[in-house]
C-alpha cells in the first residue's frame, strides 16, 4: 500500500523565493497534517484538515505560509517569499478519523534550506 | 510547563541491556497516547498505541498512569537496530479533532 507521498525530497533555493511543498495522503484517510522540524523547536503542527477543510491553522507562523487542500487526495503548503529561517524538514501526515483517534502516519518529508 | 515533557537523553547502553524511557504531560482530559520511533534524518514512525491497562509489543512495553499523567516505555534485550529517538505523543482532545502533541524525544543509542 501506498504511504503519505512527498514532494519535493529536498528543495534549496534563495530567500525571497516562492516554495511549494506538496502531499498526497494515504487514500481513503480524511485528516491531513503538516508539521515543521527543526533543531530547535521540535516538531511542530502548522496546520490541520479534515475533510479538506481547514481545522487548526494556529501553529502557521505567519502570512508568508499559506496552505490548500482542494481535494482528499492533495494538498500543498506554500511559502511566499521565503526567508533562511524557514529552512526546516516539512512533514505531511495523515490519518482517518472518526469517533476513535487513529494513529498519524507521516511522509518522508521535504527537506527544505533557504539561502 | 511544556505540554508533552521527556527526558532527551542521550541514553547510550550495550546491546541486551533494558532501557526505559519516561514521559509527563500536562492535560489531564488526555485521550490517546501513543510511542513514535525517528531515526536520523527519516519521518517519525508510529511504535505503539499506550492503552489504559499498559500493552507490550514483543520487547516493547507501554504503560500509562493517568493520575499521575505519566507514560513509560521498556525495551527489554536492546539490539542494535533500536538506537533512534523515541517520542512520546499525546492527544490533548477527546472526539473527531486528531492533533498530536510531540516531546522532543529521548534519543537512544545502542552500542556492541
Known amino acids: 500500500d501506498a504511504g503519505v507521498i512527498q514532494s519535493p525530497r529536498h528543495e534549496v533555493t534563495e530567500m525571497g523565493q516562492e516554495v511549494t511543498l506538496r502531499c498526497k495522503p494515504i487514500?481513503?484517510?480524511?485528516?491531513l497534517f503538516w508539521y515543521r522540524q527543526t533543531m530547535m523547536r521540535g516538531l511542530e503542527l502548522l496546520i490541520y484538515?479534515?475533510?479538506?477543510?481547514?481545522?487548526?491553522d494556529s501553529g502557521m507562523p505567519e502570512d508568508r505560509f499559506s496552505a490548500k487542500m482542494p481535494n482528499a487526495s492533495f494538498s500543498t503548503l506554500k511559502i511566499q517569499p521565503s526567508e533562511p529561517r524557514d529552512s526546516a524538514v516539512y512533514f505531511c501526515?495523515?490519518?482517518?478519523?472518526?469517533?476513535?483517534?487513529?494513529?498519524?502516519?507521516f511522509g518522508d518529508g521535504t527537506r527544505l534550506s533557504i539561502l | 510547563r511544556k505540554e508533552v515533557e521527556q527526558d532527551p537523553g542521550p541514553f547510550n547502553v550495550p546491546e541486551g541491556a533494558t532501557v526505559a524511557f519516561n514521559c509527563t504531560y500536562s492535560?489531564?482530559?488526555?485521550?490517546?497516547f501513543f510511542w513514535y520511533r525517528q531515526d536520523c534524518r527519516k519521518e517519525p514512525k508510529l511504535l505503539m498505541s499506550?492503552?489504559?491497562s499498559g500493552n507490550e509489543d514483543g520487547r516493547f512495553t507501554a504503560q500509562l498512569n493517568r493520575a499521575s499523567q505519566y507514560i513509560s516505555l521498556l525495551i527489554r534485550d536492546s539490539k542494535l537496530s533500536d538506537s533512534a529517538t523515541y517520542l512520546c505523543?499525546?492527544?490533548?482532545?477527546?472526539?473527531?479533532?486528531?492533533?498530536?502533541?510531540f516531546g522532543a524525544g529521548t534519543r537512544l543509542a545502542v552500542h556492541p
Open positions: 499506550v492503552y489504559s
Open positions: 505523543v499525546v492527544n490533548p482532545s477527546s472526539g473527531g479533532y486528531n492533533k498530536l502533541i
Open positions: 492535560n489531564s482530559a488526555s485521550q490517546s
Open positions: 487514500s481513503g484517510h480524511n485528516s
Open positions: 501526515a495523515s490519518s482517518y478519523d472518526g469517533e476513535v483517534h487513529q494513529p498519524q502516519h
Open positions: 484538515f479534515n475533510n479538506n477543510v481547514p481545522i487548526d
